[in-house]
């Protein structure tokens, strides 16, 4: 069992940044790879970014490469999310997720492919 809970979100204006954090429970952190995602109102959740249990490998949609950076901490059960340039279109709830894999340099775009899901946490980019 991993449980997750994020923070860092909050109110920004457009052009800004916020960094997410994503805390861990558990001793085998390190063979799950994790993933943010973000749900909008009356919109359907998608994926943000994700990266593999070993850090080397990460992936983005469209819409956040070059402005967002996935990293994770495992020797601090913590995955982030770095965030810069926001935009209006970014604003939504944003949830970590994660699944557990042998792969090491495996990471997952699909929302069905996560076993566990924090909370999430608010981000609002004001025009």
């Known amino acids: 069992q991993v449980q997750l809970v994020e923070s860092g979100g909050g109110l920004v204006q457009a052009g800004g940044s916020l960094r997410l954090s994503c805390a861990a429970s558990?001793?085998?952190?390190?063979?799950?790879?994790m993933g943010w995602f973000r749900q909008a109102p009356g919109k359907e959740r998608e994926f943000v970014a994700a990266?593999?249990?070993?850090?080397?490998?990460?992936n983005y949609a469209d819409s956040v490469k070059d402005r967002f950076t996935i990293s994770r901490d495992n020797a601090k059960n913590a995955v982030y999310l770095q965030m810069n340039s926001l935009k209006p279109e970014d604003t939504a709830v944003y949830y970590c997720?994660?699944?557990?894999?042998?792969?090491?340099?495996?990471?997952?775009?699909?929302?069905?492919?996560?076993?566990?899901w924090g909370q999430g946490t608010q981000v609002t980019v004001s025009s």
């Open positions: 558990g001793r085998t952190f390190t063979t799950y790879a």
């Open positions: 997720a994660a699944r557990k894999t042998l792969v090491s340099g495996a990471y997952y775009r699909e929302s069905g492919d996560y076993d566990y």
């Open positions: 990266i593999s249990w070993s850090g080397g490998s990460t």
